[in-house]
């Protein structure tokens, strides 16, 4: 039985002096509050403060990071508890799934945050396995019983200041206006407005998608006009619920305006669903373009991700739905195909993009220079395929060089593992204390000098891209 204790000098660096600075910047911002500006929880998770189940519909099936590289060492999405039939699985035996896979973690970021998680939260001291399944499934059931484990205390133990959650904007938002209005409640939990579903004409329910937002809204939908009404309408609502970001996922970075003639035609033939593949994507770049625009005129920061093959594997989207792990990496760029949007926005006082990329190549090619001479344009952290040390370290680099340290955007945890927020957010000051280090022991930086950067990381930067005040 192998013991689980995660060693306190874990991702500093090896060099012994290297490792004393690195500590004492670690130490600067080890218990600083968790700003999350980015991510997929559930706000009513919160608001009902429900007792979380069990360990595998906690740990395991919500969160894709983990069921994708089980999925990948030949593990069947249904022994996840990835189900579209609606049957119910055995959680323990998802639960021993999981153990008994534990070695596809080794080397992996998702290993960091599940040894984290279990140790430090959990109190767990062995390694899962096939033998010890049983028995950390049984301490987690005794845990998750416990009243400090439910939702809305480990929020507070958590030391979570903000929480963005991902949100359509259809959504009532009922959630957070009731968490806001809760004197019970600490923190501050946002709604983030995320348009994709009205971009594609040629999407399937690309129209029964608009009759959910024109009702809403209280706004026609059935017009390019009255589509664009309805979004500016619910943006409104969105920020009157406290949220001060947008979140776009889009193919490409394409983003040339229509005249609105064009505009309203291609949107009837959508309606009607007769829209050629390539006025679809016409009609997707124009309305990236005026998504930007309603940012420049109401102030929400605009997230963009472009180069994500959605759903790559057809069979898993038929049996499982969306999100579980086959979205892909594809090639992208924003210097070209983001000109239109920055000729007409880049040095507007109102407009902020926060730009990320699966790709870390365009760190350094095109969105450090881009957040180097825009002012607003910021470079988004590595997430999703790159939120591992070893690609944070790369990233700092690379946007520094262009950029400098405050125009990028603070950690992006992304998740909807609830649990993991903590540990996601340990990785990334002790990924970026063992980059300050380096800097501090080759002589690029003063420990002082370092030390203001570490916790301008975790508290004024992300404040300051994201506008949370």
């Given at each position: 039985m192998t013991s689980l204790h995660p060693h306190p000098d874990r991702l500093l660096p090896a060099d012994p002096?290297?490792?004393?600075?690195?500590?004492?910047?670690?130490?600067?911002?080890?218990?600083?509050?968790?700003?999350?500006?980015?991510?997929?929880?559930?706000?009513?998770?919160?608001?009902?403060?429900?007792?979380?189940?069990?360990?595998?519909?906690?740990?395991?099936?919500?969160?894709?990071?983990?069921?994708?590289?089980?999925?990948?060492?030949?593990?069947?999405?249904?022994?996840?508890?990835?189900?579209?039939?609606?049957?119910?699985?055995?959680?323990?035996?998802?639960?021993?799934?999981?153990?008994a896979h534990w070695d596809a973690f080794l080397a992996t970021p998702v290993r960091f945050w599940l040894e984290t998680q279990l140790h430090d939260l959990f109190e767990v001291d062995v390694q899962p396995s096939t033998s010890t399944a049983d028995a950390i499934f049984d301490?987690?059931?005794?845990?998750?019983?416990?009243?400090?484990?439910?939702?809305?205390?480990?929020?507070?133990?958590?030391?979570?200041?903000?929480?963005?959650?991902?949100?359509?904007?259809?959504?009532?938002?009922?959630?957070?206006?009731?968490?806001?209005?809760?004197?019970?409640?600490?923190?501050?939990?946002?709604?983030?407005?995320r348009p994709d579903r009205y971009l594609d004409p040629a999407a399937p329910g690309w129209a029964n998608g608009l009759d959910r937002l024109a009702a809403?809204?209280?706004v026609d939908a059935g017009t390019y006009a009255g589509l664009l009404d309805a979004l500016r309408a619910r943006r409104a609502a969105f920020a009157a619920a406290g949220g001060t970001a947008t979140d776009t996922g889009v193919p490409d970075a394409g983003?040339?305006?229509?005249?609105?003639?064009?505009?309203?035609?291609?949107?009837?033939?959508?309606?009607?669903?007769?829209?050629?593949?390539?006025?679809?994507?016409?009609?997707?770049?124009?309305?990236?373009?005026?998504?930007?625009?309603?940012?420049?005129d109401d102030g929400l920061v605009m997230q963009l991700h472009a180069g994500v093959i959605r759903n790559h594997h057809g069979p898993t989207l038929a049996s499982y739905g969306p999100d579980t792990g086959h979205d892909l990496p594809d090639v992208g760029g924003y210097t070209r195909p983001l000109r239109p949007i920055l000729e007409r926005f880049g040095t507007s006082e109102t407009f902020r993009i926060v730009l990320f990329t699966t790709d870390e190549s365009l760190f350094s090619r095109e969105i450090g220079p881009l957040a180097g001479f825009y002012p607003s344009v910021f470079a988004g952290a590595p997430?999703?395929?790159?939120?591992?040390?070893?690609?944070?370290?790369?990233?700092?680099?690379a946007v520094t060089d262009s950029a400098g340290v405050g125009k990028t955007s603070g950690f992006i945890d992304d998740t909807r593992a609830f649990c993991s927020i903590p540990a996601r957010h340990d990785m990334s000051r002790r990924a970026d204390a063992a980059w300050?280090?380096?800097?501090?022991?080759?002589?690029?930086?003063?420990?002082?000098?370092?030390?203001?950067?570490?916790?301008?990381?975790?508290?004024?930067?992300?404040?300051?891209?994201?506008?949370?005040?």
């Open positions: 002096a290297a490792r004393a600075v690195a500590r004492r910047l670690y130490d600067e911002v080890a218990s600083a509050p968790i700003l999350s500006p980015h991510g997929h929880v559930d706000a009513r998770m919160l608001l009902d403060d429900e007792p979380f189940d069990d360990a595998a519909s906690l740990l395991v099936t919500p969160d894709h990071y983990v069921t994708r590289l089980l999925h990948a060492h030949g593990v069947a999405l249904d022994r996840l508890g990835l189900r579209r039939d609606g049957a119910p699985a055995d959680p323990r035996e998802v639960w021993r799934t999981f153990c301490q987690l059931a005794d845990r998750l019983a416990r009243p400090a484990y439910r939702p809305r205390a480990l929020f507070e133990r958590f030391g979570i200041e903000v929480l963005a959650t991902t949100d359509d904007p259809a959504d009532d938002l009922s959630a957070h206006r009731a968490l806001a209005a809760d004197p019970s409640f600490r923190g501050r939990v946002v709604p983030t407005f809403s809204a209280d983003c040339e305006p229509l005249d609105a003639a064009d505009a309203e035609r291609i949107h009837r033939e959508g309606l009607a669903g007769t829209v050629s593949a390539a006025d679809a994507v016409a009609y997707r770049r124009d309305l990236l373009f005026r998504l930007a625009e309603m940012s420049a997430w999703w395929f790159l939120d591992s040390p070893a690609a944070i370290a790369r990233y700092r680099s300050l280090a380096q800097l501090v022991t080759t002589h690029q930086l003063s420990e002082d000098e370092a030390a203001g950067i570490a916790r301008r990381l975790v508290d004024e930067i992300p404040r300051s891209a994201f506008r949370l005040g």
